[in-house]
């Protein structure tokens, strides 16, 4: 399954030649990442546990400009013992590639990585994609 939500780039998300930053496309998939974890009932921050990127990887192929609409689709490539490996789109209105790539997230705990349990494995594996 695809975790897939809508977004509009607000000004605020524009350089200077009035096109989206390149960094705002990575806070549309962290907030799709965000929303596919809360869906499946995992924290996403507290004190004790968190999800920290270890990596990311994006290529861009067309821009965005204030006010257009895209999509994000995200899913899970591989779900190891502690880690989350994700794919990611963002296509433009139209449904034209705008950017794709990958990243790894861990799950930690106060003193480091933690195993993800049995249950845990079960619910991410509906979002598990080949």
């Known amino acids: 399954m695809v975790q897939r939500s809508r977004r509009r780039v607000a000004f605020s998300e524009t350089d200077a030649s009035g096109r ?3 960094t705002v496309l990575l806070k549309w998939i962290e907030d799709a990442e965000h929303m596919l974890l809360a869906s499946l009932g ?33 899913w899970l490539t591989k779900i190891g013992q502690s880690s989350l490996h994700w794919s990611f789109r963002i296509l433009k209105e139209n449904e034209l590639l705008a950017a794709e790539g990958s990243m790894v997230t861990v799950a930690m705990e106060e003193n ?19």
Do not use: N, T
């Open 42 to 74: 995992f924290a996403i921050c507290s004190s004790e546990r968190g999800w920290p990127r270890v990596s990311v990887s994006c290529d861009y192929r067309l821009p965005f400009i204030m006010g257009e609409e895209g999509f994000c689709e995200l």
């Open 112 to 130: 480091g990585p933690r195993h993800l349990s049995a249950e845990e494995h079960q619910r991410l594996a509906s979002f598990y994609k080949s």
């Open 20 to 22: 989206v930053h390149f």
